[in-house]
Protein backbone atom coordinates (compact mmCIF):
# COMPACT_ATOMS: atom_id res chain seq x y z
CA UNK A 1 0.00 0.00 0.00
CA UNK A 2 1.69 3.30 -0.91
CA UNK A 3 1.59 5.87 2.01
CA UNK A 4 0.90 9.25 -0.36
CA UNK A 5 -1.08 8.85 -2.85
CA UNK A 6 -2.36 12.27 -4.31
CA UNK A 7 -4.11 13.04 -7.64
CA UNK A 8 -4.76 16.01 -9.42
CA UNK A 9 -4.39 17.98 -6.14
CA UNK A 10 -5.11 21.62 -6.21
CA UNK A 11 -4.47 24.83 -3.56
CA UNK A 12 -5.32 28.02 -4.12
CA UNK A 13 -5.45 31.28 -1.98
CA UNK A 14 -6.99 34.38 -2.06
CA UNK A 15 -5.73 38.10 -0.99
CA UNK A 16 -7.87 41.43 -1.10
CA UNK A 17 -7.81 44.98 -0.09
CA UNK A 18 -4.93 45.34 2.50
CA UNK A 19 -6.02 47.90 5.41
CA UNK A 20 -5.12 51.14 3.67
CA UNK A 21 -7.82 53.31 5.71
CA UNK A 22 -11.56 53.99 5.47
CA UNK A 23 -10.72 56.41 3.26
CA UNK A 24 -8.36 54.83 0.87
CA UNK A 25 -11.01 52.13 1.11
CA UNK A 26 -13.79 53.73 0.23
CA UNK A 27 -12.17 55.31 -3.03
CA UNK A 28 -11.06 52.04 -3.98
CA UNK A 29 -14.89 50.20 -4.01
CA UNK A 30 -15.74 53.35 -5.97
CA UNK A 31 -13.31 53.47 -8.32
CA UNK A 32 -13.67 49.75 -8.80
CA UNK A 33 -10.02 49.19 -8.15
CA UNK A 34 -11.16 46.65 -5.51
CA UNK A 35 -10.02 43.51 -6.71
CA UNK A 36 -9.42 40.05 -5.31
CA UNK A 37 -6.41 37.71 -6.10
CA UNK A 38 -5.74 34.15 -6.36
CA UNK A 39 -2.64 32.66 -5.96
CA UNK A 40 -2.95 28.70 -7.26
CA UNK A 41 -0.14 27.68 -5.05
CA UNK A 42 -0.37 23.96 -5.91
CA UNK A 43 -2.14 22.96 -9.21
CA UNK A 44 -3.15 19.52 -10.51
CA UNK A 45 -0.10 17.83 -8.55
CA UNK A 46 -0.24 13.40 -8.32
CA UNK A 47 2.45 11.32 -7.05
CA UNK A 48 2.52 8.51 -4.98
CA UNK A 49 5.29 7.81 -2.20
CA UNK A 50 6.18 4.22 -1.37
CA UNK A 51 6.76 2.89 2.53
CA UNK A 52 10.73 3.99 2.80
CA UNK A 53 11.07 5.75 0.03
CA UNK A 54 13.34 8.98 0.30
CA UNK A 55 11.92 11.75 -2.30
CA UNK A 56 13.32 14.82 -3.03
CA UNK A 57 11.38 18.36 -3.29
CA UNK A 58 12.98 21.33 -5.33
CA UNK A 59 12.11 24.52 -6.96
CA UNK A 60 12.49 27.93 -6.50
CA UNK A 61 10.96 30.23 -3.46
CA UNK A 62 7.17 30.23 -3.63
CA UNK A 63 6.73 27.43 -6.03
CA UNK A 64 4.32 25.11 -3.09
CA UNK A 65 6.98 23.08 -1.82
CA UNK A 66 6.39 24.27 1.80
CA UNK A 67 2.21 24.14 0.81
CA UNK A 68 2.31 20.57 -0.94
CA UNK A 69 4.30 19.21 2.53
CA UNK A 70 1.12 20.79 4.51
CA UNK A 71 -1.27 19.71 2.35
CA UNK A 72 0.16 16.07 3.32
CA UNK A 73 0.19 16.58 7.05
CA UNK A 74 -2.89 17.76 7.08
CA UNK A 75 -2.04 21.73 8.27
CA UNK A 76 -4.48 22.99 5.06
CA UNK A 77 -7.13 21.84 3.32
CA UNK A 78 -7.11 20.89 -0.45
CA UNK A 79 -9.33 22.71 -2.70
CA UNK A 80 -10.05 20.12 -5.64
CA UNK A 81 -8.44 16.33 -5.97
CA UNK A 82 -7.93 13.34 -4.11
CA UNK A 83 -5.40 12.82 -0.98
CA UNK A 84 -5.10 9.77 0.59
CA UNK A 85 -2.41 9.39 3.92
CA UNK A 86 -2.13 6.04 5.16
CA UNK A 87 -0.23 6.45 8.73
CA UNK A 88 0.71 9.84 10.64
CA UNK A 89 2.28 12.13 8.94
CA UNK A 90 4.67 14.65 10.81
CA UNK A 91 5.99 18.59 9.48
CA UNK A 92 8.62 19.55 10.72
CA UNK A 93 9.72 22.99 9.23
CA UNK A 94 13.10 24.21 11.47
CA UNK A 95 13.53 24.04 14.99
CA UNK A 96 12.14 27.00 16.82
CA UNK A 97 8.56 25.54 17.51
CA UNK A 98 7.01 26.87 19.80
CA UNK A 99 10.06 27.81 21.95
CA UNK A 100 8.85 30.90 24.79
CA UNK A 101 11.69 33.44 25.30
CA UNK A 102 10.17 34.23 29.10
CA UNK A 103 10.16 30.53 29.62
CA UNK A 104 12.67 28.18 31.05
CA UNK A 105 14.09 25.42 28.81
CA UNK A 106 12.88 22.61 31.21
CA UNK A 107 9.31 24.94 30.97
CA UNK A 108 10.01 25.34 26.63
CA UNK A 109 10.60 21.18 26.21
CA UNK A 110 7.49 21.02 28.19
CA UNK A 111 6.02 23.10 25.78
CA UNK A 112 7.29 21.79 22.43
CA UNK A 113 6.24 18.17 23.66
CA UNK A 114 2.83 19.91 24.19
CA UNK A 115 2.36 21.03 20.55
CA UNK A 116 3.56 17.98 19.19
CA UNK A 117 0.99 15.99 21.16
CA UNK A 118 3.50 14.33 23.48
CA UNK A 119 1.98 13.21 27.09
CA UNK A 120 3.83 15.04 30.33
CA UNK A 121 4.67 11.51 31.43
CA UNK A 122 6.75 11.32 27.94
CA UNK A 123 7.94 14.36 27.98
CA UNK A 124 9.58 13.50 31.32
CA UNK A 125 11.45 10.23 30.28
CA UNK A 126 12.62 12.30 27.75
CA UNK A 127 14.32 15.15 29.03
CA UNK A 128 17.19 13.35 29.70
CA UNK A 129 18.14 12.32 26.50
CA UNK A 130 17.35 15.92 25.07
CA UNK A 131 19.70 17.73 27.58
CA UNK A 132 22.39 15.28 26.90
CA UNK A 133 21.79 15.81 23.02
CA UNK A 134 21.78 19.73 23.64
CA UNK A 135 25.08 19.79 25.88
CA UNK A 136 23.44 22.43 27.37
CA UNK A 137 22.47 20.92 30.67
CA UNK A 138 23.89 23.87 32.79
CA UNK A 139 20.80 26.00 31.25
CA UNK A 140 17.85 23.59 32.28
CA UNK A 141 16.71 26.26 34.47
CA UNK A 142 17.60 29.10 32.50
CA UNK A 143 15.22 31.51 30.82
CA UNK A 144 15.32 31.56 26.68
CA UNK A 145 15.24 35.19 26.47
CA UNK A 146 19.10 34.89 27.87
CA UNK A 147 20.21 31.88 25.51
CA UNK A 148 22.32 33.05 22.07
CA UNK A 149 20.89 32.33 18.57
CA UNK A 150 22.50 28.82 18.37
CA UNK A 151 21.99 27.42 21.99
CA UNK A 152 18.43 28.53 21.21
CA UNK A 153 18.58 26.03 17.81
CA UNK A 154 20.02 23.00 19.50
CA UNK A 155 17.52 22.90 22.09
CA UNK A 156 15.04 23.37 19.60
CA UNK A 157 16.85 20.63 17.80
CA UNK A 158 17.29 18.08 20.45
CA UNK A 159 13.19 18.75 21.78
CA UNK A 160 11.72 18.15 18.20
CA UNK A 161 13.96 15.24 16.98
CA UNK A 162 13.84 13.56 20.19
CA UNK A 163 9.70 13.89 20.02
CA UNK A 164 9.57 12.98 16.75
CA UNK A 165 11.17 9.65 17.14
CA UNK A 166 9.09 8.83 20.03
CA UNK A 167 6.31 9.43 17.65
CA UNK A 168 7.45 6.92 15.08
CA UNK A 169 5.30 8.89 12.37
CA UNK A 170 4.87 6.59 8.99
CA UNK A 171 5.37 9.98 6.82
CA UNK A 172 7.90 12.16 7.98
CA UNK A 173 7.97 16.01 6.21
CA UNK A 174 11.26 17.72 6.52
CA UNK A 175 11.18 21.05 5.32
CA UNK A 176 14.32 23.03 5.25
CA UNK A 177 15.90 21.05 8.30
CA UNK A 178 19.58 20.54 7.58
CA UNK A 179 20.68 23.78 9.57
CA UNK A 180 20.51 22.78 12.93
CA UNK A 181 22.56 25.34 14.50
CA UNK A 182 25.27 25.37 16.83
CA UNK A 183 29.44 24.06 16.61
CA UNK A 184 30.37 22.56 14.05
CA UNK A 185 30.72 19.55 16.56
CA UNK A 186 26.98 20.17 17.03
CA UNK A 187 26.35 20.19 13.14
CA UNK A 188 28.05 16.49 12.68
CA UNK A 189 25.60 15.17 15.42
CA UNK A 190 22.64 16.87 14.40
CA UNK A 191 23.22 15.32 10.58
CA UNK A 192 23.62 12.04 11.92
CA UNK A 193 19.96 12.20 13.62
CA UNK A 194 18.67 13.54 10.63
CA UNK A 195 19.88 10.81 8.36
CA UNK A 196 18.33 8.45 10.97
CA UNK A 197 14.72 9.79 9.98
CA UNK A 198 16.43 8.81 6.15
CA UNK A 199 16.15 5.31 7.79
CA UNK A 200 14.14 2.43 8.06
CA UNK A 201 9.92 2.10 6.51
CA UNK A 202 9.15 5.84 7.12
CA UNK A 203 8.77 7.56 3.83
CA UNK A 204 10.30 11.07 4.20
CA UNK A 205 9.79 14.23 1.78
CA UNK A 206 12.73 16.49 2.06
CA UNK A 207 12.47 19.96 1.19
CA UNK A 208 16.20 21.92 0.57
CA UNK A 209 17.22 24.61 -1.80
CA UNK A 210 20.80 22.82 -1.19
CA UNK A 211 21.02 20.58 -4.14
CA UNK A 212 24.16 19.08 -2.70
CA UNK A 213 21.63 18.03 0.44
CA UNK A 214 19.19 16.31 -2.15
CA UNK A 215 21.07 14.52 -4.27
CA UNK A 216 22.84 12.61 -1.17
CA UNK A 217 19.72 11.64 0.49
CA UNK A 218 17.02 11.36 -2.15
CA UNK A 219 16.85 8.61 -5.13
CA UNK A 220 13.97 10.33 -6.24
CA UNK A 221 12.95 13.96 -6.81
CA UNK A 222 10.15 16.30 -7.96
CA UNK A 223 10.36 19.54 -9.00
CA UNK A 224 7.59 22.25 -8.73
CA UNK A 225 7.66 25.30 -10.61
CA UNK A 226 3.87 27.91 -10.02
CA UNK A 227 2.63 25.07 -8.26
CA UNK A 228 2.97 22.15 -10.78
CA UNK A 229 5.16 19.33 -11.44
CA UNK A 230 7.58 20.20 -13.49
CA UNK A 231 9.46 16.51 -13.36
CA UNK A 232 9.66 13.20 -11.17
CA UNK A 233 12.05 11.32 -11.24
CA UNK A 234 15.63 10.29 -10.69
CA UNK A 235 17.12 12.81 -8.77
CA UNK A 236 20.46 13.46 -11.04
CA UNK A 237 18.29 13.95 -13.47
CA UNK A 238 15.33 16.10 -12.14
CA UNK A 239 18.24 18.56 -10.33
CA UNK A 240 20.38 18.65 -13.85
CA UNK A 241 16.85 19.77 -15.29
CA UNK A 242 16.29 21.80 -12.20
CA UNK A 243 19.70 23.78 -12.38
CA UNK A 244 19.43 24.30 -16.19
CA UNK A 245 15.87 25.84 -15.81
CA UNK A 246 17.48 28.10 -13.47
CA UNK A 247 20.33 29.09 -16.16
CA UNK A 248 17.60 29.96 -18.49
CA UNK A 249 15.99 32.71 -16.56
CA UNK A 250 16.97 36.30 -16.72
CA UNK A 251 18.57 37.65 -13.85
CA UNK A 252 16.45 38.80 -10.70
CA UNK A 253 13.90 36.16 -11.92
CA UNK A 254 15.55 33.15 -9.81
Known sequence: MQRIVAKDISKTFHTG????????????????????????????????????????????????????????????????????????????????????QRLTMRENIYLVGAILGISRKEIAAKIPEIVEFSGLADFLDTKIFQFSSGMSARLGFSAVTSFVAERRPSIILLDEVFEAGGDAEFQK?????????????????????????IRKYCPRTILLEKGRVLADGDTEEVVKKYEGFLASLPTGDI
Not at 67 to 89: C, H, M, V
Open 17 to 100: LRDAGVLATILFLFSGGYKKKSIDAINSVSFECSPGEVVGLIGRNGCGKSTLLRLISGIYEKDEGSLEINGRAMYINGFGIGLN
Open 189 to 213: RAIGKMEDFLKGDATVMLVSHQTNV
